[in-house]
């Protein structure tokens, strides 16, 4: 168990509507990440962060921003949500070094948006 | 743009059969290699790091090649409990936070049978 938490667990909401999911972790990690999952894309990275209020975007981070005002919680916010980003979200932690960067990942975020 | 490519499957083998995944990265630079599992509905898990020098943990053994950039897994004495599907993970290889990101392949679905 990696002492990863993911809230809410399953949010059904409606385009235009801002979203926030939560990601908290008990280990103390520095890096934390954001993950979509969606058919025939496999995982990619939507932010990341290496610290308290250092973040970076990611491969699809257009219609996402991120916060991490301490360093057991990263939210990551759709400001004005839509269709498309209708997915699974996936938060993970790790010690971020560059080598051997084990991830490790929360029980995932269903978000269906109508 | 990076990526990691793996035959998706499925494979449907029966109990007993030995098995392998093989995958390739396109990125020479990456220093951090993965499988990870993930069963249906859940999140990715890590199975084992892989070492260039080759890695068994149990009936798993993994192996990198790094001249061709291709990684495999290979499953011995497959199970029941080892149905799930397979990501070949590497890191985004930049010496810097970016790097820290991993890549994920699509996966490989395996089914084993009794």
């Known amino acids: 168990d990696a002492g990863i938490t993911q809230s809410p667990r399953h949010k059904v909401t409606e385009t235009g509507t801002p979203v926030t999911l939560r990601c908290h972790q008990t280990e103390n990690h520095r890096y934390m990440y954001w993950y979509r999952q969606d058919p025939g894309h496999g995982l990619r990275l939507i932010h990341y962060?290496?610290?308290?209020?250092?973040?970076d975007k990611g491969e699809v981070s257009d219609g996402y921003s991120v916060s991490r005002s301490k360093t057991e919680d990263f939210l990551l916010t759709l400001e004005s949500a839509t269709s498309s980003q209708t997915s699974v979200y996936f938060c993970?932690?790790?010690?971020?070094?560059?080598?051997?960067?084990?991830?490790?990942f929360g029980p995932g975020t269903r978000l269906t948006v109508l | 743009r990076k990526e990691v490519e793996q035959d998706p499957g499925p494979f449907n083998v029966p109990e007993g059969a030995t098995v392998a995944f093989n995958c390739t990265y396109s990125n020479s630079a990456s220093q951090s290699f993965f499988w990870y599992r993930q069963d249906c509905r859940k999140e990715p898990k890590l199975l084992m790091s892989v070492y260039s020098s080759g890695n068994e943990d149990g009936r798993f053994t993994a192996q990198l090649n790094r001249a061709s950039q291709y990684i495999s897994l290979l499953i011995r004495d497959s199970k029941l409990s080892d149905s799930a599907t397979y990501l070949c993970v590497v890191n985004g290889g930049e010496g810097n936070q970016a790097g820290t990101a991993l890549i994920f392949g699509k996966g490989t679905t395996l089914s084993v049978s009794s």
């Open positions: 962060s290496y610290g308290v209020k250092d973040t």
């Open positions: 993970a932690i790790s010690e971020g070094t560059t080598s051997y960067n084990e991830q490790f």
